[in-house]
Every structure is written in C-alpha cells, then in structure tokens.
C-alpha cells in the first residue's frame, strides 16, 4: 500500500498514469543479482516486460545485460545503458531491416527460430563482413501450466526449432560461414508459479545439451529464457519474487558441460510489483446487479486483463468509508471486455476517488495503446512527487 503523502501527492496528479516505485525496484534487482551471482549465472532482463527508460536506466547500471525481441527494443537498451556484448536479440519473425540494426550494434547473441532465418542472418551478415554469433532457440515440449496465450514451449506454439530440425540445421550451418553456432535458447512461456515446469525444462535441456554434445557441438551459452511468475493476488506479502528458490531448481537439475554458462531472462518478476497505474473514478453506475466504478484509465492504459483475463490487485485508495461495497471495476473504452475486475469488494467509492491496480509494472506500459484515439500513458517515478 501507499503512504498518506504518496496519495496527497497523486491527488495532485492528471490521472491516469502508472506510479513506480524505484526504491522497490532497486531493492527487487539487488536481491535477484545477489542470488544469481551465487551460482554464476548471467541475467538478461526482457525490455518487453517495461521499457521506460527511467525504468531501463536503473536495470542497467545494475550491471544486467538485455533480451530484446525487436529492432528497437535492441536500440533503446543501448541508448539506455545497456552494454551491447550483453544484449540478446530473440523473436520469431525478425525483420532484415531489425537484424541490421542488430548486427551493425555487434550484440551479444541471436537467438534464432528457424533455419530460413538462419539463411537470412548469414546473408546479411555476409553484406557487412561480419560474424553473427547465434543461439538456436528450442521447443522443448515442455508444459509451462500457465495461461495458454503465454504458453511458449510446446510443439503446437510458434516458437522455436523443433528437434527433428536438428539434423538439417545442423548440416546447413556447416555451410553458414558468417555464423557462429554459441548457444542454446529454450524460453516456455510466462506467470509461471509452479516451480515443477522449471525442473522440467531442466531435465529436457539436459538431455538437448547431451544430443548436441555426441554431436562433438558444445555451445558455450545455455539460455533458459524468463518467466519466473509473481504474486497477483497477495502484493503486499511478496513484493519480492522468491529469487533464491527459482535459482536453485537450476542450480539442482541443469546438468552445465565444462565451459558451459546459464544465462537466464527475467522480465516481469523483475519489474511487475514495482509499478501501479492510478486512475480517477468518473461515475459510479448502479446496474441490475451490478454497481460499476467507471475508471479514467481502461484497457488502453493496461491491457492484460482483457487480453487474457489476468488478475490484478484493485484498491480505492482514498475512500475513508466503512461500508463495503463490490464493484465491477471498468475504463471508459468501447468493449464490453474493458473491464479490471469483476465483483471487487472496495469501500464505498465516489466519483474522485483513488483507485490504484497493483502489481503493473510488466506488460502494462509496454502494451498501452491509443485505441479511441487516447493520449499514451505517462510514467510518474517515486522521489519525484
Ligand atoms: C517474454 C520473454 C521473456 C520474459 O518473460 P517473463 O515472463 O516476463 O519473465 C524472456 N525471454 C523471451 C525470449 C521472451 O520472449
């Protein structure tokens, strides 16, 4: 929750805008260091999560590197202080305009998807007189339990080679001279809770890095991709993602070859607990059943629970009142599925009210749009209020 003088500042503030918390942050990125550092492993941090720049600017000089999955993702991690021999360019449909920009930056590492890609980095490369060093991103097959528009890793997404490709890439790459096979990728999807899809993919990893090996190939990268899921329902009691656990299933089940280096690609355990998006209530609407709470921000501000019924936190943050009320929480825009929540029990609320949806910090910002022709969202930083 909010201290009192955070909310007078915010009453203060045209609303809606996302509120973060860059103490939060700070101390969330510290932690997940710390507990990598342990075992050596390498963090990238996924920019589409949030790729505000105050936001990028504090993940950077924390020393992360960046997993990029566009052109100018690529770009603003460097304009933001990213190290450019630490960022990773992933995505299915890389367009060459975006590789150039990638290669003409000497990244660390592309995360390819398919051997026609392959194809097409090697050309490009070739264009520059460059060496392009790639990762093969790999469908493991592996069952991430989490929603399925966020479930990557099985043979029926789009994402990734499959492992009966294996032969023909391989066989081809021997002929791709302006590329340099350094890793194996794998990234199974996102809001994972359940640890067990981690120990998972470790397993078939494993069995992947051991395929590769008899073939006399030892990638010096092991990438396991991101995400670690956060807790929506509780913020308060985990503001920080249990780091230390989520290390140690890679600690306990990935079997590394010598020289062999885990990198890993939080995205939303990083960045989520650390931001809210206040909005101003407009009316309040008693329906059949119903009392709506009809919000200044909606689906154009944060999109997740339209997109795929995510669950977020909503509290009236200014309402003194002890009578307890539920309301379906919903924005101003022109779809039946712009609404935040459903039944959410808040103290009588009245137009002017205070509401802040928690735990927004990733994949909110990043997927505002400006559907009915609404101004973009703007960012408003702790220590500046
Ligand atoms: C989205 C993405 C991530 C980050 O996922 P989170 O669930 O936010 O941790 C990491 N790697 C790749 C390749 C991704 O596409």
Redesign the pocket.
Same mark, same amino acid.
């Given at each position: 929750m909010f201290e009192e003088k955070t909310i007078e500042a915010f009453r203060k503030l045209p609303t809606p805008f996302y509120y973060y918390d860059l103490d939060l942050l700070q101390a969330t990125l510290k932690i997940a260091m710390e507990e990598s550092t342990k075992h050596g492993y390498k963090l990238h941090y996924?920019l589409?999560?949030n790729s505000n720049p105050r936001i990028l600017q504090t993940i950077s000089k924390m020393g992360y590197g960046a997993?990029c999955?566009s052109g100018n993702e690529v770009s603003r991690a460097i304009e933001n202080g990213f190290d450019p021999k630490q960022v990773v360019f992933?995505g299915v449909g890389k367009s060459d305009q975006e590789i150039n920009v990638a290669l003409a930056q000497d990244i660390l590492c592309f995360?390819c998807e398919s051997l026609q890609e392959l194809e097409v980095i090697n050309g490009l490369a070739a264009g520059m007189g460059a060496t392009a060093d790639i990762a093969l991103r790999i469908n493991p097959n592996v069952h991430a339990f989490t929603h399925k528009y966020i479930t990557?890793g099985l043979e029926e997404n789009k994402f990734g080679i499959n492992p009966w490709e294996f032969d023909a890439i391989l066989e081809r790459l021997k002929q791709l001279r302006n590329l340099e096979l350094v890793g194996l990728h794998f990234?199974i999807g996102?809001?994972i809770t359940d640890l067990t899809a981690f120990k998972n993919l470790c397993v078939r990893v494993n069995e992947i890095n051991q395929w590769f090996a008899g073939q006399h190939i030892f990638p010096r990268i092991i990438n396991l =991709?991101?995400?670690?899921g956060i807790d929506y329902h509780h913020p308060d009691d985990n503001l920080v993602p249990d780091f230390k656990s989520y290390f140690n299933v890679f600690r306990e089940f990935t079997e590394l070859l010598p020289g062999q280096e885990l990198h890993l690609?939080? =995205?939303?355990?990083l960045v989520a607990q650390c931001g809210s998006l206040i909005t101003k209530v407009l009316y309040i609407k008693n329906g059949v059943n119903v009392n709506f709470a009809i919000c200044d921000a909606g689906m154009t501000e944060l999109i997740r629970p339209a997109l795929y019924q995510a669950f977020h936190k909503i509290q009236n943050i200014t309402s003194r009142s002890e009578e307890k009320i539920k309301y379906d929480v919903v924005g101003p825009i022109c779809e039946s599925s712009d609404c935040f929540g459903k039944s959410v029990l808040m103290p009588m609320t009245q137009r002017g009210d205070l509401v802040a949806i928690r735990s927004a910090g990733?994949y909110g910002e990043t997927m505002a749009s400006q559907y009915n022709l609404r101004d973009l969202v703007k960012g408003v930083y702790s220590g500046e209020i």
């Open positions: 996924a589409k999560a997993d999955v992933s995360n990557t990234h996102s809001q =991709g991101g995400g670690l690609e939080p =995205g939303r355990a990733a």
